[in-house]
């Protein structure tokens, strides 16, 4: 009887613990069921080696936006203007190496710096001044896209030199001489799911050190074998194609480091305080104009990287790169949990959630989905992902 009794306890945990976690196990489940779908309805095209390895290429600048909008989310803010920025940091660059004959190693450090310019005029107007960030980086968004038009005057400039075309198509070499299947992206794979084990294990560890709620033995399990495999196989068509991509590096590089500065370190739990109650957080001593300025000078950054790695990939910059860039960016940050209001969201669902524009882009492109349709699905994606937030809120109120 006692047995009965402690199994029901357990049930109704597991039970509140879903209710109360829906969107991030929702999230991972959503993306593995569209993979799974796209899978089968393409005949298997999808996850091949290749395309598999386009899909990182093709949204590579997407996610990197993505973790720095998410922070300007996070703070009560949104930026309009990062596709326009994007377009005109590959403009500028182009101009820069190809026009000017601007060294490599010179031209990528000036077009960052300009892009941190960018952030940091937008961010002093909505931070210092109040100025709705709406407003703004909409002005900002008209602004450089005409700068983009102006430079380039009209005009495709290009190509690259190899050099810099590694930022986006370079693959890391083979340091076991293997080749194929590539060694490295195999012990990269390996280490990524061990690393991804061990930080659940401690996480878990330390939640119960201090008598904080820990996810249930059985799903903290099936989460972690469904990510591992899903890493190993990911990794497992890398290795047989050409291996690790430069870029999927440098994204799994920035997602590590701003999970760990949004969710670990005094700085991202004063951003979330920001965008839950800006006044709460004023009064309780943090200088919330300098984290709005901050939130804005990252997001430039981030921009102005994606706009090299863009122009990279095409080996070209154009008059119309990055346009409406910016509504996938925005579009993935709120499929992936945050929330409009500002003080919640994370790194990883904002990761995922470009993940799943860039499969759904990917897979009805190779149905042969014309573009009309898929801006339409999309935009039903995204209404509805906005809909199950406030329906939760609705809920818990």
Known sequence: MERADTSAGRGMNIGLYLRTHLREYGLLFALIAIMVFFQVVTGGTLLKPVNITNLFLQN??????????????????IDLSVGSVMGFIGALAAVMIVNWHWPVGLAVPACLGVGILIGAAQGYWVAYWKIPSFIVTLAGMLVFRGMSLWLLEGQSVGPFPKSFQLLSTGFIPDILGIDRPNGTALIA???????????????????????????PTAFFALRNAIVAGALLFVFYKLATFRGLPNV???????????AFLTENTTLGRRIYALGGNEKAAKLSGIKTERLTFLAFVNMGLLAALAGLIFAARLNTATPKAGFAVELDVIAAVFIGGASMSGGVGKIVGAVVGAFIMGVMNNG????????????????????AAVFFDVYNKSKQA
């Open 60 to 77: 590579s600048y997407i996610i990197i936006m993505a973790l720095g909008m998410l922070v300007v989310i996070v703070s009560g803010n």
């Open 189 to 215: 794979g390996l280490l990524t799911a061990g690393l991804i084990l061990w930080m659940g294990l401690r996480a878990r560890a330390h939640n119960r050190r201090y008598g904080i709620e820990t996810e």
């Open 248 to 258: 999927l590096i440098s994204m799994a590089v920035l997602t590590v480091i701003y």
């Open 364 to 383: 009805m492109s190779i149905m042969g989905i014309g573009i009309d349709y898929q801006q339409v699905i999309k935009g039903l994606v995204l209404l």
